[in-house]
């Protein structure tokens, strides 16, 4: 049976299109839908049911794709790292917001590059949870941790942990809302005051204030800058209101640095996925650090 038939069926599998198959290989779909009878005509049976969205898997080409995706994939990651390399050093791809990854996924992987006799070479690149998906179908992680579920049977994702959100301001902005709350009874005195985002829709704020108050922001965006650590920055040195995650702002909140302005009964939270393409659980560098991450995501609850 041809290698390269498997590779794209298995791909279209996970896909569940021709039209994003062949997008992922590189090929036509024509090209992809020719390979595909190809293989049907060889094992006279067919694999998927054609639909108007997409295709799904029979019986025999969901039984087939569970026994040849794991090896095909072992097979793409030899090639990729080239036999003369040492085999027993295997390097693991990994994508995901850059503050997130960077404070906790980084630190928490650093010890399987050192472990004699099973050490990983890391490898990370930062992106927005569409860019780490669409990079993860592709083939270029082995693993991402986003906030959105992937859909479809491309790829798999296992809830990692919960982040909770916290309203925060430097001191000068903070005593303003206390005042401002203590003289006007107001519900919402943070209405109309400078935020600090990452972007210009408000994405946090926007969640924040749906979540506890069940209200759009009226506040204007002072600082936008793609980074929550910059936004900790910025709202240290007073330039406005922000919303961060509690695990990073936490230490900057002990020292005094920022102040949180509000305690709601049930804190807005956001939920971290770390995804894999369906079948890669069975190589065993990708394996392991899924059940690192998972393992260290206790302590980070």
Not at 191 to 201: A, K, R, T
Not at 241 to 259: K, M
């Amino acid at each position: 049976m041809d290698l390269a038939l498997l590779r794209t069926f298995v791909t279209v599998h996970r896909a569940g299109s021709f039209t994003r198959a062949a997008a992922l290989l590189g090929l036509s779909q024509p090209a992809v839908t020719s390979q595909i009878r190809t293989l049907e005509r060889q094992l006279g049976r067919p694999l998927f049911l054609r639909q108007a969205r997409g295709v799904t898997p029979t019986t025999i080409g969901d039984e087939l794709a569970h026994k040849a995706a794991p090896h095909l994939d072992a097979l793409v990651e030899i090639a990729e790292i080239g036999l003369e390399e040492d085999s027993s050093v295997r390097t693991l791809h990994l994508a995901g917001p850059p503050e997130f990854t960077a404070e906790r996924a980084l630190p928490a992987l650093a010890a399987l590059t050192g472990q004699d006799g099973h050490s990983h070479a890391l490898r990370a690149s930062f992106g927005t949870a569409e860019e780490t998906l669409e990079g993860l179908a592709a083939g270029h992680h082995d693993l991402a941790i986003t906030t959105a579920r992937p859909r479809g049977p491309l790829l798999t994702a296992t809830p990692l942990c919960d982040e909770e959100h916290v309203l925060v301001a430097g001191e000068r902005w903070a005593a303003r809302v206390e005042a401002a709350r203590l003289r006007h009874r107001a519900a919402l005195p943070f209405e109309n005051l400078p935020v600090v985002e990452v972007h210009e829709s408000l994405p946090f704020v926007s969640r924040y204030w749906a979540a506890v108050f069940d209200a759009r922001p009226t506040a204007s965006g002072a600082v936008i800058v793609p980074d929550l650590r910059a936004v900790l920055a910025c709202a240290t040195a007073g330039a406005g209101l922000a919303v961060l995650p509690r695990y990073l702002c936490a230490p900057a909140l002990e020292r005094g640095d920022i102040v949180a302005l509000l305690d709601p009964p049930v804190p807005p939270l956001r939920t971290y996925f770390l995804a894999v393409r369906t079948g890669t659980l069975a190589m065993p560098h990708i394996a392991r650090a899924h059940e690192w991450l998972l393992r260290a995501a206790v302590d980070w609850a």
